[in-house]
T-cell receptor, first 113, second 112 residues
Framework: KAGVTQTPRYLIKTRGQQVTLSCSPI?????VSWYQQTPGQGLQFLFE???????NKGNFPGRFSGRQFSNSRSEMNVSTLELGDSALYLC????????????FGSGTQLSVL | TQLLEQSPQFLSIQEGENLTVYCNSS?????LQWYRQEPGEGPVLLVT?????EVKKLKRLTFQFGDARKDSSLHITAAQPGDTGLYLC????????????FGAGTRLAVHP
């Protein structure tokens, strides 16, 4: 089974721009969660999608948004980028029946200049 | 405010030594997971503990969930250089909706 695929692997943007990150979950998984990882704050939950619906949301500003498609692939979007948005963005997929088996992708490393 | 306090933050030991990593919280978790993350990769799930007092073993790794489901520990026996990495604990407050609260992590270095 192929693992969780995140694209792109690296991204460099400037302040004020927007960015879209993509995540393809493991085949058959219906839940995709997004996390932000920074050296200072560690891993923080952004949101979770299940069957195209946002099921849970973390404490991030509205500039962070996401969506899920009918094939379970998910995208997250960050608008009006700030320097503090520089981070590793990780997505994780699971069957959606519980948090017991969460599989993470390798992440997208976003640098905001 | 860190909901899940993980300690120690750094650990540098020699091959063959034992070590314990702790995760503590004032919150009750429906489950708690331990991950290991290597540079440039996403975290990889090691174990999930669900029942208070539960102990799980994975070769030289022993995981324990506190009776009150507020704390957990990871014990590694006879550490090897291959154990080097970032160890993360993560608690589930959402009852299975994948909204995990992560500890800050323990960066372990095992020297030959």
């Amino acid at each position: 089974k192929a693992g969780v695929t995140q694209t792109p692997r690296y991204l460099i943007k400037t302040r004020g721009q927007q960015v879209t990150l993509s995540c393809s979950p493991i085949s058959g998984h219906r839940s995709v969660s997004w996390y932000q990882q920074t050296p200072g704050q560690g891993l923080q939950f952004l949101f979770e999608y299940f069957s195209e619906t946002q099921r849970n949301k973390g404490n991030f500003p509205g500039r962070f948004s996401g969506r899920q498609f009918s094939n379970s692939r998910s995208e997250m979007n960050v608008s009006t980028l700030e320097l503090g948005d520089s981070a590793l963005y990780l997505c994780a997929s699971s069957s959606g029946q519980g948090a017991e088996k969460l599989f993470f992708g390798s992440g997208t490393q976003l640098s905001v200049l | 405010t860190q909901l899940l306090e993980q300690s120690p933050q750094f650990l540098s030991i020699q091959e063959g030594e034992n070590l314990t990593v702790y995760c503590n919280s004032s919150s009750v978790f429906s489950s708690l997971q331990w991950y290991r993350q290597e540079p440039g990769e996403g975290p990889v799930l090691l174990v999930t503990v669900v029942t208070g007092g539960e102990v799980k073993k994975l070769k030289r790794l022993t995981f324990q969930f506190g009776d009150a489901r507020k704390d957990s520990s990871l014990h590694i026996t006879a550490a090897q250089p291959g154990d080097t990495g970032l160890y993360l604990c993560a608690g589930d407050l959402s009852g299975g909706y994948n909204k995990l609260i992560f500890g800050a992590g323990t960066r372990l270095a095992v020297h030959p």
